[in-house]
């Protein structure tokens, strides 16, 4: 069973850049499809990015294309949200996901069934 953990969260201001990542124990990292998604106080959890199990297709949502850019490391197994060019309306708590479907990049979070337990990213403007 994999397990995930989040780091690289934290206050930045708006303009700069965070990566954060995902790190997964256990056996079956690199089989599984990942995202990315966020929640903001209130809102409901959204999707982010997500990038297939072998790392070649990617998908992002519209409010993030051009600047966050999702990958991974199966070696490590790791997957990381590079996000630049930061907005005030990024703050949320971003959590990672994971698929058992090794060729998805659905946005559905019902797809996903583990997840880690987030980590805080704040972007003051």
């Known amino acids: 069973q994999v397990q995930l953990v989040e780091s690289g969260g934290g206050l930045v201001q708006a303009g700069n850049s965070l990566r954060l990542s995902c790190a997964a124990s256990g056996r079956g990292f690199s089989s599984n499809s990942m995202a990315w998604f966020r929640q903001a106080p209130g809102k409901d959890r959204e999707f982010v990015a997500a990038?297939?199990?072998?790392?070649?297709?990617?998908s992002s949502a519209a409010s993030v294309k051009g600047r966050f850019t999702i990958s991974r490391v199966n070696a490590k197994n790791t997957v990381y949200l590079q996000m630049n060019n930061l907005k005030a309306e990024d703050t949320a708590v971003y959590y990672c996901?994971?698929?058992?479907?090794?060729?998805?990049?659905?946005?559905?979070?019902?797809?996903?069934?583990?997840w880690g337990q987030g980590t805080q990213v704040t972007v003051s403007s």
């Open positions: 996901a994971a698929n058992p479907n090794r060729d998805s990049t659905t946005t559905h979070p019902a797809y996903y069934n583990l």
């Open positions: 990038i297939t199990s072998s790392g070649g297709r990617t």
